[in-house]
C-alpha cells in the first residue's frame, strides 16, 4: 500500500484498526455496498463490518463505516470527521455461523434518515421503529434506544474526533419510561440487567421486572426527564380570550402524565408536537396562557399541574380544568399495526 492510498482512507483504516484491536484473533465479516450513494446507489454507508464476541452473551458485534469521513478530509471542520460518529449493534447469537443480514439494513436505513434529514444520534437518544426492529418477526423490540459503545468509546482519527454509538433494541414501553428518565442512566440500568445491553429479539420487557421498574421509578422522581420534546399523533390547540382548549388522543395519557411530571414538575419546559399543531408547557408561579412567535405557551403552577395530570385518563370525554384556563378534550386513540390495521381503539 502506498503512501497515497494510506492517506485517502485515513478514517476507513482508523475504524478497522480498532475493530482489530478489540478482536485480534478474528477476521470480521465485511458487507460492503456495491453502488456507494455518491454514485448513485441506495445505500448510503459504504460497508458494515460484523464480529464474534464472546463477552457478557454471546453476541455478534456490527460496527458501521461511513456516517464518519472515510477517505479525504471533505468538511471544514478539523476537530470532527463527518457527522461525528459511527453505529454499532450487538445481537444475540442464534447458534448460526454466518451472522444475519437485517441488522446491516437496519444501520443502512438510520443512515437514510440521518443523511436525508441531517438529525443525528447521540449518546441517551431514542427513536420509535414504528415497527418490528427486524422486520417479519414477532420480537416485541419496536424502537431503538443508543449510547456510547462501552468497549469502543472515542478516538481521534487523521479526519477528526469520533465516538462509537450503539444501536439498543428496546420495547415500546421501555422506549417510553426512557424518555421520562434520563436516557443515559435508563441504558446504564438496563447494562446490569443486560450484559452489554446486547439485543435478544426473544425476550420481554425489563418493565414487566419489578426490580429494574423500581430503579427507572426513583430515577424519574429523582432526576426528572432529560427529553424535552414529545410526539403525539394527535394533538389540537386553540386560544380564546385566555383561554386555552387542548385535544389530546386517550391512548397517550399515560406517556404523556409521566413527562409533564418529570420535565414541567421538575422546573422544565415540555415541547409537545403534533401533525400540525404544537404547544410549551412550562412551570411558573402564575397560571397564564399566551403565544410567543405564533407558539401556544401554557404556563402550570404546582396546583395546575397535578390537576391537568389528574384528567388526562384512559378514556374519552371533555374536562374543563379549575384552577387553569384550560379545557381538555381527550378523543379515541386508534392503534394500529405496522400494516395500518386497527387493532385496538381507546375510547
Wanted: charged letters at 20%.
Amino acid at each position: 500500500m502506498n503512501d497515497e492510498t494510506e492517506v485517502t482512507q485515513a478514517g476507513f483504516d482508523a475504524i478497522s484498526h480498532a475493530m482489530r484491536r478489540l478482536y485480534p484473533d478474528q477476521e470480521g465479516v465485511y458487507y460492503g455496498t456495491i453502488i456507494p450513494a455518491f454514485l448513485g446507489g441506495n445505500d448510503p454507508l459504504d460497508g458494515v463490518e460484523v464480529w464474534k464476541s464472546e463477552k457478557g452473551i454471546p453476541h455478534w458485534h456490527y460496527v458501521t463505516y461511513g456516517f464518519t469521513e472515510l477517505f479525504e478530509k471533505e468538511s471544514g471542520d478539523s476537530d470532527e470527521s463527518g457527522y461525528g460518529f459511527e453505529l454499532t449493534f450487538r445481537l444475540k447469537r442464534d447458534g448460526g455461523e454466518q451472522p444475519p443480514a437485517w441488522p446491516v439494513s437496519l444501520l443502512q436505513n438510520l443512515a437514510r434518515y440521518v443523511f436525508s434529514s441531517g438529525n443525528v444520534f447521540g449518546p441517551g437518544h431514542h427513536m420509535d421503529a414504528n415497527g418490528p426492529i427486524a422486520l417479519e418477526t414477532d420480537t416485541r423490540l419496536t424502537a431503538l434506544g443508543f449510547r456510547t459503545d462501552p468497549e469502543l468509546g472515542e478516538m481521534d482519527t487523521p479526519n477528526g474526533h469520533m465516538a462509537f454509538l450503539q444501536v439498543v433494541g428496546l420495547t415500546e414501553d421501555e422506549m417510553n419510561a426512557m424518555m421520562c428518565w434520563n436516557g443515559g442512566k435508563f441504558l446504564t440500568a438496563l447494562e446490569k440487567q443486560i450484559p452489554l445491553c446486547v439485543t435478544d429479539l426473544s425476550r420481554v420487557s425489563m418493565m414487566e421486572d419489578p426490580g429494574f421498574r423500581a430503579v427507572w421509578q426513583e430515577g424519574m422522581e429523582r432526576d426528572g426527564s432529560s427529553t424535552g420534546f414529545l410526539y403525539m399523533d394527535e394533538l389540537g390547540i386553540r386560544l380564546e380570550n385566555g383561554r386555552a382548549a387542548l385535544r389530546l388522543g386517550a391512548g397517550h395519557n399515560q406517556t404523556l402524565v409521566r413527562m409533564l411530571r418529570a420535565r414541567v414538575g421538575k422546573g422544565r419546559s415540555l415541547f409537545l408536537q403534533g401533525s400540525s399543531h404544537a404547544v410549551l408547557f412550562r412551570p411558573g408561579e402564575q397560571a397564564g396562557v399566551s403565544e410567543e412567535d405564533g407558539m401556544p405557551v401554557l404556563t402550570l403552577p404546582a396546583d395546575a399541574l397535578e390537576e391537568l395530570c389528574a384528567v388526562l385518563q384512559p378514556h374519552a370525554g371533555i374536562y374543563p380544568l379549575v384552577a387553569f384556563p384550560l379545557t381538555v378534550e381527550l378523543v379515541p386513540t386508534r392503534i394500529t399495526d405496522q400494516n395500518g390495521n386497527v387493532t385496538k381503539v381507546i375510547q
